[in-house]
């Protein structure tokens, strides 16, 4: 007994033994070789001891021998400058510097490898909370999640804005996407993950939002890996053979007059931008305009691809909006990208030509635009640390004086 108490205050230490060729040795060596503890016990103290490192990407880490419990302690910054040549004589040109994203994540398991958590914040301004979820795996086919997290949706928007070819996103996802919402999701993957599905039920009002009233959101998602497992990166990393994914997602929502300001414009740029739900600022004002209720539904298609340092990405958007008053109306988008490592794990050139339009005869949600880019990114040690600058070219027919031309350069760091 007097053995094992001695050995818990000793675990506690920091103390390290040398041999006499200067090599370290753990307390538990030590112990044991001095007859302390027993061959048993050094084995049991072994097995137990936690494993506590610093791993770049993920931040602090801890986990018990037996990988039961496990926590990472981390997140990345994003630091942005901007500068606009507006179109319009009427304005003046804009540069300004910007924290564009810091984020705090906590991720981990509990109890077993199989149930994990998540909880990511951005501190940028004050402190908003992004992800907050719990999951469960019962197998490779079947995870379970629970809580705030991205639906199933477009495949720009599911990839970490850590990990985009270009300071940001596409001028298309910035029109169709989801961004988080409240809700319960099942997803998996079969034979190695050349297949993966993702299909959820969600308030669809938005982060931090409860919903109104009893109508949810649903959503789904299929990707395809025929040549092996493809993450959720955008970088033209040099791998040894082609990688390709082919997937597309949909989601449905019917929404009323109790929805509005109920806070979706925070995250869900289909309402908030694509449909402009924003105007009909109150309930009656939402009845006048579409009647009791709005039904949307939107598809995405991508095909996106990797090898040798080149990575090619492609996605569509088709949505399609149906008021009870007055008639239905469709808007699309895309985006098109293409980036080549020269200079493999460091530099990398990009060019991206992405475009939105709506058919709506309602001036409050038409828009025709699109945006010309052209990136290079500067790897120090991959997403860890690099820098990105892109040159974006505006064509906007729909609203004069618009045809922006804009520079950003953004650092961005792990820590």
């Known amino acids: 007994m007097r053995k094992k108490i001695f050995l818990s205050m000793a675990l506690l230490t920091v103390s390290v033994g040398l041999t006499a060729q ?78 564009r994203r810091f984020k ?28 907050a979820f719990i999951n469960y795996k019962f197998a490779a086919p079947l995870t379970v999640q629970v809580g705030q997290f991205k639906p199933a949706q477009a495949r720009q928007e599911l990839t970490s804005a850590a990990k985009q070819l270009f300071p940001e996103r596409s001028l298309a996802n910035d029109t169709f996407n989801l961004g988080r919402d409240l809700g319960v999701q099942a997803a998996g993957s079969f ?17 931090n939002t409860a919903n109104p009233d009893d109508r949810h959101m649903v959503t789904g998602r299929l990707d395809l890996n025929p040549l092996g497992a493809y993450a959720m990166d955008e970088a033209g990393w040099t791998s040894d053979k082609p990688l390709l994914n082919i997937g597309g997602s949909f989601a449905w929502n019917k929404i009323g007059g109790g929805d509005v300001g109920s806070g979706f414009s925070k995250d869900n740029d289909v309402m908030d931008v694509a449909l402009n739900l924003d105007d ?76 939105v339009e709506s058919t709506d005869t309602q001036a409050s949600a038409k828009f025709d635009k699109a945006e010309t880019q052209f990136g290079v990114n500067y790897y120090f040690a991959k997403h860890a640390a690099k820098v990105q600058a892109d040159y974006t ?13 804009i520079v950003r350069l953004q650092a961005q760091f792990y820590y």
């Open 22 to 99: 200067g090599e370290a040795k753990s307390i538990e060596e030590i112990l044991k070789e001095k007859g302390v503890i027993t061959v048993e016990e050094y084995q049991e103290a072994v097995t137990q001891k936690p494993d506590v490192a610093y791993v770049p990407g993920k931040g602090f880490t801890a986990a018990t021998a037996d990988g039961k419990y496990k926590l990472h302690i981390g997140g990345y910054a994003q630091l942005l400058y901007k500068y606009t040549d507006v179109d319009s004589n009427a304005a003046d040109d804009k540069s300004d510097f910007n924290i």
């Open 280 to 355: 009909a600022a109150t309930a009656a004002a939402f009845t006048a305009n579409y009647g009791s209720d709005l039904t949307w539904l939107l598809w995405t298609a991508n095909v996106n691809a990797a090898w040798m340092g080149a990575t090619l990405a492609g996605e569509y958007y088709a949505l399609n909006a149906d008021p009870s008053l007055g008639s239905d109306w469709d808007a699309d988008g895309y985006y098109v990208q293409a980036g080549y490592q020269v200079i493999p794990q460091t530099l990398e050139l990009a060019a991206r030509y992405s475009a």
């Open 191 to 207: 034979a190695g993950k050349i297949v993966e599905y993702r299909l959820g039920l969600f308030n669809g009002n938005g982060p």
């Open 393 to 405: 070219l505006v064509s906007d027919d729909w609203n004069a004086d618009k045809d922006d031309n």
């Open 104 to 131: 705090l994540q906590i991720a981990g398991n509990v109890v077993s490898k199989d149930f994990g958590y998540k909880f990511q914040g951005d501190m940028k301004n004050g402190f908003t909370t992004e992800d």
